[in-house]
């Protein structure tokens, strides 16, 4: 019987990229799928570190390891990503059910590192634990792992790391510093994905569009963009994320509004409207810079979509700073935005900051925020009814299997009735209704 894998994924794109590509390995080593974690012959989670709240999911789950373990004594558990790397060999003291600890460079070896456990255990060898967080300022490790767990939409990483310094982020610790990956490696991927029939691709970084820095080629991302409309000019939908406002620049704006495969959307987060804050934060940018940039955008993309990341709470931060970042909502008016209250990272220059907004404080801003969003999120939304526009669906409705789930080209959410599937199709529907997250629609075509 092939041995079972139950992997599960917190956080970001680039974490679902890393454990797709890891799961293909293990899938290359013999390994089948389960979702039923007691089935499991070896347990991954790929870990967060971004928000406390992530980390507290994990620490939550190892509680079920001793179980776990005592109904299966072969069961190899380990974690990955952001988490290993931050934390490294303190998860053997903290749970000694943990066999592996892999961090995000080193992603690569965790199919070898588990045969490896498994060979000790089977000659009773007492050094059955790997640790592997030593490469974390290496080249990305995955780009060659063929495996898509989607037959519609594909993942693309394209430079991983951060050189930014913000304050309250774990990032550099977590990812290392920037490395773009070569372009002629990024176009064969893109290639193979464009062969195979893929409708959508999503390329990733921690700042997406810094891409370029340090290599060879004269390059930047906006060039980038361009080689692969003329590459893989089949690809139906280019998207990408994440952006750092510092490098979001009219050039970039021209080529999304000019190739015909870049999506009309762009997340680019503030994370305050108080300048104040954003010094504090070590943002790099000012508030009336960030406005002037998402106006050049406009100017140039009328229909584009923008959305947004906002952290409330972050120590120091006065009423007077926090009414500054409503009245940034209220003017740039985002799509949507991504509303976090501020939580503190251990390492992170923020922690000698004194933490000293109340958490009721923290509360009731971040409540504020979202209801104050929404509000615009419907507005917004509500102004595209009687309007049409091309849909990808990409599910069925969990609620309704006559009814269908895709996107817009500006990353809406639209969700229509259809009488034959059209999962993995393009259709024109009339939007009927709308929510703050969500819009109703008819297909026309």
Same mark, same amino acid.
């Given at each position: 019987?092939? $041995?079972?894998? *139950?992997?599960?994924?917190?956080?970001?794109?680039?974490?679902?990229?890393?454990?797709?590509?890891?799961?293909?390995?293990?899938?290359?080593?013999?390994?089948?799928?389960?979702?039923?974690?007691?089935? %499991?012959?070896?347990?991954?989670?790929?870990?967060?570190?971004?928000?406390?709240?992530?980390?507290?999911?994990? *620490? #939550?789950?190892?509680?079920?390891?001793?179980?776990?373990?005592?109904?299966?004594? +072969?069961?190899?558990?380990?974690?990955?990503?952001?988490?290993?790397?931050?934390?490294?060999?303190?998860?053997?003291? !903290?749970?000694?059910?943990?066999?592996?600890?892999? #961090?995000?460079?080193?992603?690569?070896?965790?199919?070898?590192?588990?045969?490896?456990?498994?060979?000790?255990?089977?000659?009773?060898?007492?050094?059955?634990?790997?640790?592997?967080?030593?490469?974390?300022?290496?080249?990305?490790?995955?780009?060659?792992?063929?495996?898509?767990?989607?037959?519609?939409?594909?993942?693309? @990483?394209?430079?991983?790391?951060?050189?930014?310094?913000?304050?309250?982020?774990?990032?550099?610790?977590?990812?290392?510093?920037?490395?773009?990956?070569?372009?002629?490696?990024?176009?064969?991927?893109? $290639?193979?994905?464009?062969?195979?029939?893929?409708?959508?691709?999503?390329?990733?970084?921690?700042?997406?569009?810094?891409?370029?820095?340090?290599?060879?080629?004269?390059?930047?991302?906006?060039?980038?963009?361009?080689?692969?409309?003329?590459?893989?000019?089949?690809? =139906? +939908?280019?998207?990408?994320?994440?952006?750092?406002?510092?490098?979001?620049?009219?050039?970039?704006?021209?080529?999304?509004?000019?190739?015909?495969?870049?999506?009309?959307?762009?997340?680019?987060?503030?994370?305050?409207?108080?300048?104040?804050?954003?010094?504090?934060?070590?943002?790099?940018?000012?508030?009336?810079?960030?406005?002037?940039?998402?106006?050049?955008?406009?100017?140039?993309?009328?229909?584009?979509?923008?959305?947004?990341?906002?952290?409330? #709470?972050?120590?120091?931060? @006065?009423?007077?700073?926090?009414?500054?970042?409503?009245?940034?909502?209220?003017?740039?008016?985002?799509?949507?935005?991504?509303?976090?209250?501020?939580?503190?990272?251990?390492? @992170?220059?923020?922690?000698?900051? $004194?933490?000293?907004?109340?958490?009721?404080?923290?509360?009731?801003?971040?409540?504020?925020?979202?209801?104050?969003?929404?509000?615009?999120?419907?507005?917004?939304?509500?102004?595209?009814?009687?309007?049409?526009?091309?849909? *990808?669906?990409?599910? =069925?409705? !969990?609620?309704?299997?006559?009814?269908?789930?895709?996107?817009?080209?500006?990353? $809406?959410?639209?969700?229509? *009735?259809?009488? @034959?599937?059209?999962?993995?199709?393009?259709?024109?529907? +009339?939007?009927?209704? %709308? %929510?703050?997250?969500?819009?109703?629609?008819?297909?026309?075509?």
């Amino acid at each position: 019987m092939r $041995k079972k894998l *139950f992997l599960q994924t917190f956080g970001c794109q680039m974490n679902e990229r890393d454990s797709e590509a890891v799961e293909g390995l293990m899938l290359d080593d013999g390994f089948e799928k389960t979702a039923v974690i007691e089935e %499991a012959d070896v347990i991954l989670y790929n870990t967060c570190s971004v928000r406390d709240h992530a980390e507290q999911k994990i *620490f #939550g789950r190892m509680g079920r390891f001793r179980r776990l373990k005592e109904a299966n004594p +072969r069961l190899i558990v380990g974690i990955l990503g952001c988490m290993a790397q931050e934390h490294g060999a303190k998860f053997f003291k !903290k749970n000694p059910d943990i066999d592996l600890v892999c #961090g995000t460079g080193n992603l690569s070896q965790v199919a070898g590192l588990v045969r490896e456990i498994s060979e000790s255990r089977s000659a009773r060898l007492s050094t059955d634990k790997r640790l592997a967080t030593d490469k974390i300022d290496d080249a990305y490790g995955l780009e060659d792992v063929r495996y898509r767990s989607n037959a519609l939409k594909a993942l693309v @990483t394209i430079m991983k790391g951060c050189d930014h310094r913000c304050t309250y982020c774990i990032v550099p610790m977590t990812r290392g510093r920037e490395i773009s990956r070569n372009s002629e490696s990024i176009l064969r991927e893109i $290639k193979d994905l464009e062969g195979r029939g893929f409708k959508e691709v999503m390329l990733l970084g921690q700042n997406v569009n810094s891409y370029g820095k340090g290599l060879e080629e004269p390059i930047d991302f906006a060039g980038l963009l361009e080689k692969i409309q003329a590459y893989a000019p089949k690809i =139906e +939908r280019l998207r990408f994320i994440t952006s750092h406002p510092k490098d979001a620049h009219a050039r970039l704006f021209q080529v999304m509004r000019d190739l015909p495969m870049v999506c009309e959307h762009l997340h680019l987060p503030v994370q305050s409207g108080s300048d104040r804050i954003l010094r504090r934060m070590k943002r790099e940018h000012i508030r009336s810079w960030y406005l002037g940039q998402i106006e050049e955008y406009r100017r140039l993309m009328p229909e584009g979509a923008l959305t947004t990341d906002i952290i409330v #709470g972050f120590p120091g931060e @006065t009423e007077a700073d926090f009414l500054e970042t409503m009245s940034l909502i209220e003017k740039a008016r985002f799509d949507s935005a991504f509303i976090f209250q501020y939580s503190e990272r251990p390492g @992170t220059p923020a922690v000698k900051l $004194k933490d000293d907004i109340p958490e009721t404080e923290k509360h009731r801003r971040h409540q504020a925020a979202l209801l104050l969003q929404r509000a615009i999120s419907l507005e917004i939304n509500q102004a595209l009814i009687g309007k049409t526009v091309e849909v *990808f669906f990409e599910t =069925e409705s !969990k609620k309704d299997r006559s009814r269908f789930v895709g996107r817009t080209r500006g990353y $809406k959410r639209v969700v229509a *009735f259809s009488e @034959t599937d059209c999962i993995g199709a393009f259709r024109l529907v +009339r939007i009927t209704g %709308a %929510a703050d997250e969500t819009l109703l629609g008819e297909i026309v075509q």
